[in-house]
């Protein structure tokens, strides 16, 4: 079987970015992304979801990193939607329950082509670091937008921010590992619609 994969270019007058995508991976990652905390978290979603994941990212990080995380994600939603090709046979739904110490977060995802975010989080701190915790919300929208899939993201608990935020960047990676592979049970797309 082919290995599913896309490569993505973006570039506009705020960022340039090069990002390959592979979703029957090993976990590794080579990440130059220019927001350290996006960084990590990326890397911990390739790991705990099996991915490949290769991003060369210039951005405008010397205004603050928003464009630089939201065209990461438009380059990655892509990428996984470009990659998925027509769905045949996958599970389709994902769901995963992660914690990080005191935290616990739940990722439930439907790759249905009916992209929505329900974004159920809150934390005690607006930064991390350097790393506005806000751009959690846009990263997480823009990849349910441009993956075109359904994603719930429900942060039950916690007091440590950066926790929080890893616990949800490793259920993502989980439930989407789930939701991306094959049921041996399934014929052809799995929708009563005949189409996804």
């Known amino acids: ?41 990326l890397d911990l979603f390739t790991k705990h979801g099996h991915f490949d994941l290769f991003v060369e990212a210039v951005g405008d990080t010397h205004i603050d990193d928003h464009h630089t995380v939201e065209d990461i994600s438009i380059c990655l ?48 701190s607006s930064q991390v670091g350097q790393f506005q915790t806000e751009l959690v919300h846009e990263f997480l929208w823009k990849l349910a937008l441009e993956a075109r899939m359904n994603l719930h993201v429900i942060l039950h608990y916690g007091s440590n921010t950066h926790h929080m935020i890893e616990s949800i960047f490793k259920a993502l990676g989980r439930a989407l590992d789930e939701a991306t592979s094959f049921d041996p049970r399934v014929k052809g797309i799995p929708s009563t619609k005949g189409m996804l």
């Open 1 to 41: 079987m082919n290995r599913r994969e896309a490569v993505i270019k973006r570039k506009t007058n705020e960022t340039d970015i090069q990002l390959s995508f592979c979703i029957d991976g090993e976990g590794k990652g080579k990440l130059e992304t220019g927001v350290p905390f996006l960084t990590h978290m």
């Open 77 to 124: 939603g892509q990428a996984l939607y470009k990659a998925l090709g027509d769905k045949k046979g996958i599970k389709r739904y994902g769901n995963a329950f992660v914690p990080m110490d005191e935290s616990l977060a739940q990722v439930v995802v439907d790759l249905s082509n009916r992209p929505h975010l329900e974004y159920r989080a809150q934390y005690p």
